[in-house]
């Protein structure tokens, strides 16, 4: 544990001075006031080398789970994380080499002081939301993290259930009050007392006993409803009495698997809201636009995914007469471009009844902004867009939404007002949360903030993500992190905006809120090049012309001289997290790469007059001065077009046709819906060991994971398994059907919406019997929201 090893550290230090000054003084020189895990590492290592005697004491376990440090003239102080979300603090006086442990706030006021000195004054605003977790259920071992929904089923079930009849009680109460608009589902009024559930259950089950299985709801109405039954319960016999057996069990022997299997059955979900405010959210020709790119691709085929089970279990219930609407709330954008976006109400394609909702952001005059703005620029019209959109919801669904979505930052907290206003189930998905994006983005949020308003963004992260129900991560890194790296989530355990406020509690990965639910990629359009029947052969000729051709200019740039060489293939946005600039450069440096394959970039720009975006312009720069210095017009082809569905599916299968590779080179990468939607088409991917990709490949087997801080290493390994594949034909194919198998097992979008439903109708049942309100929270928040973040969207100061 942590506590012994900061006692052994500080009897280390004190018995071997001269050693542990060593490393000190050489954690000094390198003359930085922060530093990184992986230079406290190095210069580590760097001491060992001279003194091996190092290597296996406390100080050196010390060294191994510092994340980072922060130095002074006199005090260096060190970030200990031993394990996932368990963390220490302890500081050594240079001079005297005492070492103690120090709390949360005071190494974030030391780190303040380092970044802007006594500018921020002796008094700074601390955000600290444990005080109100502390009734709340909550999990003990990190490998339990994300897998929320399990854990409070077992907690709050035991606890519910302690009196029988009380736990009895509130399923009675909660099965009344169940209707779809004016619609009475599952039991009338005439059922008044948990005897007379009871009772009408054993008369149903003999009634439907002697019944074919397959009788339809409609012939049993008649007698079910005398019974004080209402329709709900299942479409046929069958299905009714099995609903019914699981309810009966429940109020017999409960357990937390036998409430799940019920809930699962009982119709909860009949309308969903899914918001998206920022980018260009449409259906075609937006992909590959500023701030436009997998998070659109991800909704819609969620979507779908959610339609068509929400469906599924309505017909399952008897209720196919009802019709399951899922709603995408995004903005509206007057001048679209040739895009959708200046459109109202757009159906969704692959859909009966789910639509995209766009409602116009305003300023504080009233009048609508025109233009697209960047994602970073959202804030000041959120919240008048939250109380537009619900009027426009309200309206469209005729009543209350049983589910809100938020995605991303500003989605998020969209939900979060709406959810508070409508009473409904509020769901998070970050996708990205851009704080581990940017290094010290929180200490020097004061230099980015003209460019990226980080002081609005991680504000409104953390008031949704303590005002969430429940919260979808696509996978455990993303929530916790690996033993090296930090989780997305977790960085938002503690940290500090110097000047602006300190936060020494600002989420628990803990919290059993958080669940992982991967994503897949759409089967009808990323399938293996293997699946002839399903080839969309006569898009080949444009791809060809596409991607071997000689045409350059605004949209292309690079004719491959050796077309027949195997491609590598890459397609992202230009900017700099997806590190497509940082992939040309390491292809540029290694010959024996460029002797194998030719290199194909899909993505941004090629004339940078073309983007309105200032960080994708400078990507586009860089790419076209690598392109010069390399010398790459002949084996690389960049083409800045944006392309559909039916055409990027068929693209991932032609690169597999001719034996090339998918390559995902981000620096982060919460998730990859591109690293899916390769595998899925039976392309052999190397991606980021950064993020999603290193849960969704297995090394080796399925794909490869690269370091995008080790290009060269990454180059060096395409081009090995490259000229494997040339000598040893089986080993692309054993690669690639791996990564097939992979994805058909864990990564599909039936998974994922049968998942999210059911969590939706497990948080929303503790919701509704529980103390899952969390009031004394949600006010704390209702008061950060109105004190922090509404000036500062406003653009003051606080």
């Keep these: 544990m942590i506590p012994n090893l900061v006692d052994r550290l500080r009897e280390y230090v004190q018995d071997e001075r001269t050693r542990a000054h060593r490393v000190f003084h050489a954690l000094v020189s390198l003359e930085r006031r922060f530093l990184l895990r992986n230079e406290i590492a190095d210069a580590f290592a760097a001491v060992v080398a001279a003194d091996g005697d190092l290597?296996?004491?406390?100080?050196?376990?010390?060294?191994?789970?510092?994340?980072?440090?922060?130095?002074?003239h006199a005090w260096l102080y060190l970030a200990l994380r031993r394990e996932v979300a368990r963390w220490r603090y302890v500081r050594i006086h240079l001079e005297t080499m005492t070492l103690e442990p120090v709390g949360t706030a005071d190494y974030l006021?030391?780190?303040?002081?380092?970044?802007?000195?006594?500018?921020?004054?002796?008094?700074?605003?601390?955000?600290d939301i444990e005080p109100f977790s502390r009734e709340m259920p909550r999990l003990k071992e990190s490998d339990s993290i994300g897998h929320g929904m399990r854990f409070l089923n077992r907690h709050l079930s035991s606890r519910m259930f302690a009196t029988l009849h009380g736990g009895a009680l509130s399923v009675l109460e909660f099965l009344r009050m169940?209707?779809?608009?004016?619609?009475?589902?599952?039991?009338?009024a005439g059922v008044a007392d948990l005897e007379s559930l009871r009772e009408a259950l054993r008369?149903?089950?003999?009634?439907?006993?002697?019944?074919?299985?397959?009788?339809?709801?409609?012939?049993?109405?008649?007698?079910?409803?005398?019974?004080?039954?209402?329709?709900?319960?299942?479409?046929?016999?069958?299905?009714?009495?099995?609903?019914?057996?699981?309810?009966?069990?429940?109020l017999e022997a409960p357990s937390p698997d036998g409430l799940e299997s019920f809930l699962a059955r009982i119709p909860m979900i009949f309308s969903v809201a899914i918001l998206s405010p920022h980018g260009w959210f449409g259906q075609s020709n937006v992909l590959g636009r500023p701030d436009t790119g997998g998070q659109v691709v991800y909704i819609l085929d969620q979507v779908r995914a959610l339609e068509q089970d929400m469906r599924r279990r309505l017909d399952e219930q008897g209720l196919s007469d009802m019709v399951p609407q899922v709603v995408v709330i995004t903005r509206l954008i007057p001048q679209a471009e040739g895009t959708t976006c200046d459109q109202r109400l757009e159906p969704i394609a692959g859909c009966r009844h789910a639509r995209i909702l766009r409602v116009p952001f305003r300023n504080a005059a009233?009048?609508?902004?025109?233009?697209?703005?960047?994602?970073?620029?959202?804030?000041?019209?959120?919240?008048?867009?939250?109380v537009s959109a619900e009027h426009e919801l309200l309206a469209e669904l005729d009543g209350r939404p049983d589910l809100l979505i938020g995605n991303y930052s500003d989605g998020n907290l969209v939900a979060t007002l709406m959810a508070q206003r409508l009473g409904v189930t509020q769901c998070n998905i970050a996708h990205a949360l851009e704080k581990t994006k940017y290094l010290y983005a929180d200490l020097y949020w004061r230099d980015l903030e003209p460019q990226y308003r980080f002081s609005c963004q991680f504000t409104a992260d953390l008031i949704a993500m303590n005002a969430a129900d429940f919260i979808i991560a696509s996978t455990y890194q993303e929530i916790a992190g690996t033993e090296d790296v930090l989780g997305q989530y977790e960085s938002y355990m503690a940290f500090t905006m110097p000047g602006l406020y300190r936060v020494v509690q600002g989420t628990d990965i803990f919290d059993p809120k958080f669940n992982i639910v991967s994503p897949g990629a759409d089967p009808e359009v990323y399938f293996p090049a293997g699946d002839d029947g399903r080839r969309l052969r006569h898009l080949q000729p444009a791809i060809e012309t596409m991607v071997l051709g000689d045409a350059v200019g605004a949209d292309a740039r690079g004719v491959l001289q050796e077309p027949d060489k195997p491609l590598l293939f890459t397609m992202a946005r230009l900017d700099r997290i997806k590190n497509i600039t940082g992939l040309v450069e390491w292809y540029g440096a290694c010959p024996e790469l460029r002797r194998e394959a030719n290199l194909l970039v899909v993505g941004g720009h090629v004339d940078p007059e073309r983007s309105g975006d200032h960080e994708e312009m400078g990507q586009i720069q860089a790419m076209h001065e690598l392109m010069d210095r390399h010398g790459l017009d002949g084996q690389v082809r960049w083409l800045g077009v944006h392309l559909d569905k039916a055409l990027a599916g068929e693209l991932y299968r032609w690169v597999a046709d001719r034996r090339g590779a998918f390559v995902q080179p981000a620096l982060f990468e919460a998730f990859g819906l591109t690293v899916i939607e390769a595998m899925s088409s039976g392309l052999p991917t190397f991606a980021t060991c950064f993020g999603g990709p290193l849960e969704i490949i297995e090394h080796g087997v399925s794909g490869f994971h690269i370091d995008p801080?080790?290009?060269?290493?990454?180059?060096?390994?395409?081009?090995?398994f490259l000229r494997r594949c040339r000598e040893e034909p089986g080993h692309w194919d054993a690669v690639a059907t791996g990564a097939v198998a992979r994805v058909e097992q864990r990564y599909t979008w039936r998974l994922y919406a049968e998942r999210m439903l059911t969590l939706a109708r497990v948080y929303g049942f503790w919701k509704y019997v529980s103390n899952l309100e969390r009031t004394g929270t949600r006010r704390y928040l209702e008061m950060f929201y109105g004190l922090q973040f509404r000036p500062l969207a406003a653009g003051r100061e606080v």
């Design 55 to 72: 290597a296996d004491t406390p100080l050196a376990e010390a060294i191994a789970c510092a994340q980072e440090g922060a130095v002074n």
């Design 109 to 127: 006021q030391f780190k303040e002081r380092l970044a802007i000195g006594s500018e921020g004054g002796e008094w700074t605003l601390e955000f």
């Design 709 to 720: 801080n080790h290009g060269d290493h990454a180059a060096a390994a395409m081009a090995a």
């Design 178 to 188: 169940h209707r779809c608009r004016d619609q009475q589902l599952l039991l009338s």
């Design 203 to 250: 008369r149903a089950d003999v009634l439907l006993g002697r019944q074919a299985p397959d009788t339809p709801w409609e012939r049993l109405a008649p007698e079910l409803r005398a019974l004080g039954f209402e329709p709900g319960w299942g479409g046929d016999a069958r299905r009714v009495r099995e609903t019914m057996g699981l309810l009966r069990g429940l």
């Design 366 to 386: 009233g009048e609508v902004l025109p233009n697209w703005i960047s994602r970073f620029e959202v804030w000041p019209y959120l919240e008048q867009f939250a």
